[in-house]
């Protein structure tokens, strides 16, 4: 006994710590639960077996064999409405997403530039940021409803709204590396070298301060889909048949009380599982970042050199 | 158009004033200070940490404003130089600024990228071979490996990254180079090896030179004119020879005392041995 246990210890290989064992396995799982949602949005005609916007059966079926989540008020199929919902959401986080970083860098990045001059530029940085610091004190509900009142049920006001209520921590997290970057000496050896302030602030302010915000876009599109679902639930979102969970989750309330559950359930959990995928991919995918950027730079090195 | 023909210029200081800060927290970085640098000046600068020997380099080039008195180029103001575009180039393109070189490169490009900017903008070099030609000019004249030039700032030494700062001062041709610290951060040996190209490169394209650092060694070592600073105050100025001989302020004393005092490796940035003679 005394002895195998001795043996065991001696012959057990040295466990490397689990922050050093970096490998594809784990850039795979990182990419993973946002990819699954890509692809459910942009193969969503191939999944879903029917149609989702036209009454395909009976209404109100549970969930059976031709029905996965059954049928809801209208006899439309809830398990392609889901799948489609999942494109809605899709198109509107990935627009958002892009609107508010590209947006809030953009914006930031003149915040932060600007915010010490004097004269017009120095005022208009000033006056932005206070706006963007009075953005977040309103909830993004009563933004979006106000935003949609005024411009009218459309999808373009629903992207506006969206990316208002969410473009305030893009701008900020920017204007911070900004205020950090524009003190380093080679934006002084750009100036000595003849090159324009727009183009200082191009080439070199906005490459080297856009990381967080883009380690933020992930979160922005997780919030998209929250709004968006939030805003179809009080009914100022997407309009009627096209499939939207929140819209789904609010006309299905009135048959949830009834005890049929699946037309309200189903595109909830579908909510709750796609957040919690983009929060888990948002959280990952910076920790692999640097390992999967590391591989990949190698790889174009090496290329380029060999071309050279 | 070029400076190695020898072309002559001439810079002027006159009563220039620096203040940073207003009511009583107003500190004076430079006293006003009067100066005359031309094609043939070897100027060092010399002082303390504070003595505001970096600001009078920086108001040159127009990185600081004086708060009095006029800097002029060519019998021009440097503020009307800085005015418009076409003139703004010409003066960056005859008056280069290099610094101490830690962080002057953008961590995001080559060196490469890096040099070649002010080839583009500053001499209007468009042609790709063109360009590729001037810059493996310099980086041998810098004794710099021209494959260096495609690596990133962090992926080479202080030494290298230095020489790459004066590589982008020196690829336009300036008439006038300020060089502000540009060997305080390399090691000893590091240092005579940057100086002496840069001694060599200055006398072989006859431009003037401005040399502002806290060292003594090599401030003797690459100038003929010495400008003593101390609280924003020029202290003391001559030849170099008749300074380091017969100094006349008690600051300047108690510095080359300090150097003379001083054997010991730390306290003496010194270079090789024949630094050490020009210097003493």
Redesign the interface.
């Known amino acids: 006994m005394a002895e195998t246990l001795i043996a065991k210890t001696v012959q057990a290989p040295p466990r490397r710590p689990a922050r050093k064992r970096f490998g594809w396995l784990r850039v795979t799982l990182a990419f993973l639960p946002l990819v699954a949602i890509l692809v459910v949005a942009l193969f969503a005609p191939l999944i879903a077996p029917y149609d989702p916007v036209t009454t395909v059966a009976a209404s109100r079926l549970p969930p059976s064999a031709a029905y996965l989540f059954g049928t809801d008020a209208v006899g439309m199929d809830v398990f392609s409405r889901t799948i489609f919902g999942a494109r809605v959401a899709v198109q509107f986080g990935v627009i958002v997403a892009l609107c508010s970083t590209i947006g809030g860098i953009l914006i930031g990045t003149f915040i932060g530039l600007s915010e010490s001059s004097r004269g017009v530029v120095g005022w208009i940085g000033r006056l932005l940021n206070q706006i963007s610091d009075y953005l977040i004190a309103i909830p993004s509900i009563i933004l979006g409803i106000v935003v949609v009142g005024i411009m009218g049920s459309s999808d373009f006001a629903l992207i506006v709204a969206i990316t208002l209520c969410l473009i305030q921590a893009t701008i900020k997290l920017t204007r911070a590396e900004v205020l950090r970057v524009r003190r380093?000496?080679?934006l002084?050896?750009?100036?000595?070298?003849?090159?324009s302030p727009l183009r200082s602030a191009l080439?070199?302010v906005v490459?080297?301060s856009i990381g967080p915000a883009m380690r933020n876009m992930p979160l922005v599109f997780g919030n998209c889909v929250i709004i968006l679902a939030s805003l179809g639930f009080i009914g100022v979102g997407v309009k009627a048949p096209t499939p939207e969970w929140g819209y789904m989750i609010s006309s299905a309330l009135s048959s949830l009380m009834l005890g049929r559950w699946w037309p309200a359930i189903f595109p909830a959990i579908f909510v709750a599982l796609s957040v919690l995928a983009i929060a888990y991919s948002s959280r990952a995918i910076p920790q692999v970042w640097p390992y999967l950027a590391a591989n990949v730079k190698k790889r174009f090195r090496t290329e380029r050199?060999s071309r050279? | 158009m070029t400076s190695s023909d020898g072309t002559d210029f001439e810079l002027t200081l006159s009563a220039v004033r620096k203040d940073f800060g207003r009511g009583h927290r107003k500190v004076t970085a430079v006293q006003p200070v009067d100066l005359r640098l031309d094609a043939h000046s070897e100027l060092g600068v010399i002082g303390e940490s504070g003595s505001g020997k970096s600001t009078l380099a920086r108001m040159i080039v127009g990185l600081e404003h004086p708060t009095s008195g006029v800097i002029s180029y060519q019998g021009r103001s440097v503020e009307d130089w800085l005015s418009n575009r076409a003139s703004r180039l010409a003066y960056r393109q005859q008056v280069q600024y290099v610094a101490q070189d830690t962080t002057s490169f953008d961590p995001r490009q080559t060196f490469f990228e890096s040099v070649l900017v002010p080839l583009r903008i500053l001499r209007g070099v468009q042609s790709r071979s063109e360009i590729r030609d001037r810059l493996e000019a310099i980086a041998e004249d810098l004794s710099l490996d021209p494959a260096l030039y495609s690596r990133y700032p962090h992926q080479v030494s202080g030494g290298q990254r230095q020489r790459f700062a004066l590589a982008r001062s020196l690829v336009v041709e300036p008439r006038l180079l300020i060089c502000d610290e540009v060997v305080s951060a390399l090691d000893v040996s590091v240092q005579g090896a940057v100086l002496n190209l840069i001694k060599r490169h200055v006398a072989r394209h006859r431009m003037g030179l401005m040399f502002v650092a806290h060292g003594l060694p090599a401030v003797t070592f690459i100038s003929s004119e010495l400008l003593v600073m101390r609280h924003g105050e020029v202290v003391e100025r001559g030849a170099v020879d008749r300074v380091v001989n017969e100094p006349q302020h008690p600051y300047t004393r108690e510095l080359l005392e300090a150097y003379a005092d001083s054997s010991s490796p730390e306290s003496s940035p010194e270079s090789g041995p024949e630094q050490r003679e020009a210097a003493l």
């Open positions: 380093e000496a080679y002084e050896a750009a100036k000595l070298a003849g090159e080439v070199h490459p080297n050199n050279a």
